[in-house]
């Protein structure tokens, strides 16, 4: 009887000490007349989270619900941290693009029901991009009502934002960190054209707040960078 109730015991506390798992809840979120399928990624009821806002690929794209799980590819990341995380992602779609106000606005809003929901305060995100997606960091950088606190880009091209260097003297773009991964075998942005913009764009705002990881085997997709270069992604997760 006591050797049965030890082994109970220790499978008790195994299960205790496993990590809860992130569950994800779908929404729509509506901006005027435009109307974002949405999610969030979280563990019960978070009281002091780090929320992290995924922009994702495809801005432009005629499937309009790709934040309902583009947001899931951050929480392998987030399943070992010790702290409270977060994860919101909008979708873009075709017209309604990230460098939109509607859909900058959209964010915001989606940032406002996650406050409402768990009764907490958010006053900084951290931001994720991949491909055109980091036109969305861009975008929520210069026009967002949170502060942000650090940025990962990846296989990304901002040359249709601004110049670098007149980008990376605004204000809001010199707060917080910015970290790219850029590939040299990227077919849609080929680092002959990203590189020179990036160098420029860290070369103002300096080595400890602008990162550049380069590969030269990189490619464009976010599944090369997971299989390939799995520590620069969580070294950007606290």
Not at 66 to 77: D, N, R, W
Not at 135 to 163: E, F, P, W
């Amino acid at each position: 009887m006591k050797t049965y109730f030890l082994v109970l015991c220790l499978a008790v506390l195994a299960v205790a000490s496993k990590p809860a798992p992130f569950r994800a809840d779908s929404l729509t979120i509506s901006v005027g007349t435009f109307t974002s399928p949405s999610a969030v990624w979280h563990k019960g009821s978070p009281k002091h989270p780090q929320v992290y806002v995924w922009f994702h690929g495809g801005m432009q794209s005629s499937k309009c619900a790709k934040g309902y799980e583009a947001g899931g590819m951050l929480v392998p990341y987030l399943e070992k941290s010790q702290k409270e995380n977060i994860v919101v992602s909008v979708s873009a779609c075709k017209e309604n693009h990230w460098l939109t106000p509607t859909v900058l606005k959209t964010v915001d809003v989606m940032l406002d029901s996650v406050e409402a929901r768990f009764q907490i305060q958010i006053d900084t995100v951290s931001l994720v991009g991949v491909s055109d997606g980091g036109l969305g960091i861009a975008g929520y950088t210069l026009y967002g009502k949170r502060a942000v606190r650090a940025r990962l880009l990846v296989s990304t091209n901002l040359s249709a934002v601004s110049d670098a260097r007149n980008l990376s003297k605004a204000i809001r773009v010199r707060q917080g960190s910015w970290t790219f991964l850029q590939g040299g075998s990227d077919r849609l942005y080929p680092s002959n054209r990203t590189m020179p913009w990036l160098d420029e764009f860290c070369s103002v705002l300096g080595a400890k707040q602008c990162v550049i990881h380069f590969d030269n085997r990189g490619e464009h997709d976010w599944s090369w960078w997971t299989a390939n270069r799995e520590g620069w992604i969580r070294d950007f997760v606290p």
